[in-house]
Each structure stands twice: as structure tokens, then as C-alpha cells.
């Protein structure tokens, strides 16, 4: 009774506030005794060689996606069919000077694992083929600047330099600054990486 009393004693103003106080705790009862009525979310996480793509499905109908593009300058491996291609090209390209057989060199500016990585991955192409390697202790700073590579031959092996570019371009491509050396046979070629790799899906390289 006197709690009664008391209600009827309270202004219009308390009276609401009161309400609102019940609904609330009502509502929060509600929503403990029956969780399955809750929108549920389920987060689904898939990777791929380029991308991790993350769903978000909402019930009941409602679906999101969103896709978070991985870091292109973190070294991919070659895939086998890129390897394949230009293994198969440097075959024909060894056996196209097997008259004068071709030197290649190697070389990389120090400062970036991921350009170690892809000079030491085109150096084994090359040695698998006998035709030369990754020199990884010619290391330099500042050398070269201004082109992502640098080839440097002697100044009668423009020809095979630019039949050696092309051998490798499945597998490397960029901006090449070509140098050619007084006193070099014609047969020594050497490729210098000093730009910042971008990787594709397959593992192809862009030096930048």
C-alpha cells in the first residue's frame, strides 16, 4: 500500500522515468533468457596467393566481404610455370651462343631482403642452364641510381645482353639502363638490381 501511495504521489515527470526504467530492465531480462534471437555473426577467413578475402555473414540475409590486399612488395616464389618458361628460354639462349658462351653475373644493392631473394632466385635459373649465377658479396649502396637494374656488357655484346634481357622477362621486368665496357668480351654480362621488387600473384617481379 505504500508503495502504491507513494506512485500516486509522483509527478508526470517521474512517472516517465519510471516506465523507462522498467522497459529497460525488461528489455535486458529478454535479451538473457532468449540468446538465440541475438544476430549472430560468422566471420569467415580465406587465403589465396594475392589476397586474404574475409566474409562477414549477418543473419538472416545480410553479407558483407572485404578483401585485404597483402603487401606486393613481400617476396613470392616463382610459380612452376614461370620458372618452367624461362628455364626453357635460357636453354634456347644458351644453345643460340653456344659459340661464344654466355657469363652472367648477378649483382644486388644491399639494403632489401626481397631484392636478395630475387637475384638468388634468377641466379639459380642461370646456373641450372651453366650460363652464371647470383654473386650474393658484390653488394653496393647508391651505385647505379635513377633505373631499377642496370646491365652492363662489353661494347660488342649489346646483342646478347638484350637477348639475356628478354630470356628473363617472364620471370624480371623494369626500367634496364644498359652500360657497355671497353675491355669486356662480348660474351660477360652483368645484371645489377638496385630497385624495390613488386611481386605478382604468380611470383613475376617488377623492379621499380
Same mark, same amino acid.
Given at each position: 500500500m505504500k508503495l502504491l501511495q507513494r506512485y500516486r504521489n509522483l509527478n508526470l515527470w517521474n512517472k516517465v522515468a519510471f516506465y523507462g526504467s522498467l522497459c529497460s530492465i525488461l528489455g535486458l531480462?529478454? !535479451?538473457l533468457l532468449f540468446p538465440s534471437s541475438h544476430s549472430k555473426a560468422k566471420i569467415q577467413v580465406s587465403h *589465396?596467393? /594475392?589476397a586474404i578475402v574475409? *566474409?562477414?555473414i549477418d543473419s538472416p540475409n545480410a553479407v558483407q566481404s572485404v578483401t +585485404?590486399? =597483402?603487401n606486393k612488395q613481400q617476396f613470392r616464389p616463382a610459380s612452376p610455370e614461370i620458372q618452367r618458361s &624461362? =628455364?626453357?628460354k635460357l636453354a634456347t639462349f644458351r644453345v643460340q651462343y653456344a659459340a661464344t658462351p654466355p657469363v652472367v653475373t648477378i649483382e !644486388?644493392?644491399?639494403g632489401n631482403d626481397e631484392r636478395f631473394k630475387v637475384g638468388a632466385a634468377l641466379g639459380e635459373m642461370l646456373s641450372k642452364q651453366g650460363i652464371g649465377g647470383f654473386d650474393g658479396m658484390s653488394t !653496393? +649502396? /647508391?651505385r647505379f641510381p635513377g633505373y631499377g637494374m642496370t646491365l652492363r656488357c662489353g661494347t660488342n655484346g649489346l646483342v646478347m645482353a638484350s637477348a639475356f634481357l628478354s630470356a628473363i622477362s617472364n620471370y624480371l621486368t623494369g626500367q634496364v639502363s644498359i652500360v657497355t665496357i671497353r675491355g669486356w668480351p662480348a660474351n660477360k654480362v652483368c645484371l645489377y638490381l638496385n630497385g624495390t621488387p613488386s611481386f605478382s600473384e604468380n611470383g613475376s &617481379?617488377?623492379?621499380e
Open positions: 531480462l529478454f !535479451y *589465396s596467393p /594475392g574475409q *566474409s562477414a +585485404i590486399n =597483402e &624461362v =628455364e626453357e !644486388y644493392e644491399q !653496393y +649502396i /647508391g &617481379v617488377i623492379m
